[in-house]
């Protein structure tokens, strides 16, 4: 039924850019919060950035904080997330992510209901 598809990961190197893209169907897109986590090797999967459905008042977590932009187009089902200046700390398997909850600032991974497959992100030094 609900689908997140994520695409536009790769290689690249330290300093680089990628935008990574997560097309959905199966759900209402616009009455839902979107967002975007991360987890590498032997770690705990962590959130990155969220935007609620009206596209207002994106947070992110510090540390991509000036780096990475979230967006969404609600004409699309899509979310965005465009990475600059990637850092080999960056490396991980990245989650596209939607949650109903419209109260708070979601970020916790029990928060979201949908997820999709993701899709790796590999930044050399």
């Known amino acids: 039924q609900v689908q997140l598809v994520e695409s536009g990961g790769g290689l690249v190197q330290a300093g680089g850019s990628l935008r990574l893209s997560c097309a959905t169907s199966?759900?209402?897109?616009?009455?839902?919060?979107m967002a975007w986590f991360r987890q590498a090797p032997g770690k705990e999967r962590e959130f990155v950035a969220a935007i609620p459905k009206n596209g207002g008042n994106t947070y992110y977590a510090d540390s991509v904080k000036g780096r990475f932009t979230i967006s969404r187009d609600n004409t699309k089902n899509t979310v965005y997330l465009q990475m600059n200046s990637l850092k080999p700390e960056d490396t991980a398997f990245y989650y596209c992510?939607?949650?109903?909850?419209?109260?708070?600032?979601?970020?916790?991974?029990?928060?979201?209901?949908?997820w999709g497959q993701g899709t790796q992100v590999t930044v050399s030094s």
């Open positions: 992510a939607a949650t109903s909850i419209w109260w708070g600032l979601p970020r916790g991974t029990h928060e979201y209901s949908h």
């Open positions: 199966g759900l209402i897109f616009s009455t839902y919060t």
